[in-house]
């Protein structure tokens, strides 16, 4: 089984509508979480990263944080086309510089 | 931002032949990892190195070698190649913790024939 679950597989978001990404880990040595993003055709690049506990927003990106319950999610509002790629959630332990990714979800941005 | 580089970018090989993907990065990490990216599978562990002259088993190393013989350089080797290898492979480095970036180079697509 994937240490690192995400949901759903794929979403279709309208323009400037809200996409809701989720993330379920069963590792509870996870500690530190990220979120990155692929376009189609490149290398994943690092989005953001959360360590604490609640939310974290940087511009329309918000990530949401439950260690208790090893759920992280990531709210994009007022999404735009350019946010269309697959999103991977990652997660990794106290003094790893290993990174466990999720299988991604596809996120489709329809103008 | 920092820069990790990827040759080739495209690679067709025949089955039992020995296959070399060369990484370069340009910002003195210590850390340097492989990846392979499959639908629904999201991005797989390999193989990564702490340093020059170290590499680590990841999470799927069967039938991949690695090497690091300088802080810019790390290959991954495939000495029998099997359609199974097929995939797309990335390259990153990161300064080693948790908590810090880790950047990808662009990757390498691989055909096994």
């Known amino acids: 089984q994937q240490k690192v679950q995400q949901s759903p597989e794929s979403l279709s978001v309208p323009e400037g509508g809200m996409a809701s990404l989720n993330c379920t880990s069963s590792d509870r040595n996870f500690q530190y979480f990220w979120w990155y993003r692929q376009h189609s055709g490149e290398g994943p690049k690092a989005l953001m990263s959360i360590f604490s506990d609640g939310d974290k927003k940087e511009g329309r990106f918000t990530a949401h944080l439950n260690k208790a319950s090893l759920h992280v999610s990531l709210h994009i509002r007022d999404s735009q086309p350019s946010d269309s790629a697959l999103y991977f959630c990652?997660?990794?332990?106290?003094?790893?510089?290993?990174?466990?990714f999720g299988q991604g979800t596809k996120l489709s941005i329809k103008p | 931002e920092a820069a990790v580089t990827q040759s080739p970018r495209n690679k067709v090989a025949v089955t039992g032949g020995k296959v070399t993907l060369s990484c370069n990065q340009t910002n003195n990490h210590n850390n340097m990892y492989w990846y392979r990216q499959d639908t629904g599978h999201g991005l797989r562990l390999i193989h990564y190195s702490y340093g020059a002259g170290s590499t680590e088993k990841g999470d799927i190393p069967d039938g991949y070698k690695a090497s690091r013989p300088s802080q810019e350089n790390f290959s991954l080797i495939l000495e029998l190649a099997t359609p199974s290898q097929t995939s797309v492979y990335f390259c990153a480095s990161g300064e080693g913790t948790g908590r810090d970036t880790q950047y990808f180079g662009p990757g390498t697509r691989l055909l096994v024939l």
């Open positions: 990652a997660a990794s332990g106290y003094n790893q510089g290993k990174l466990i």
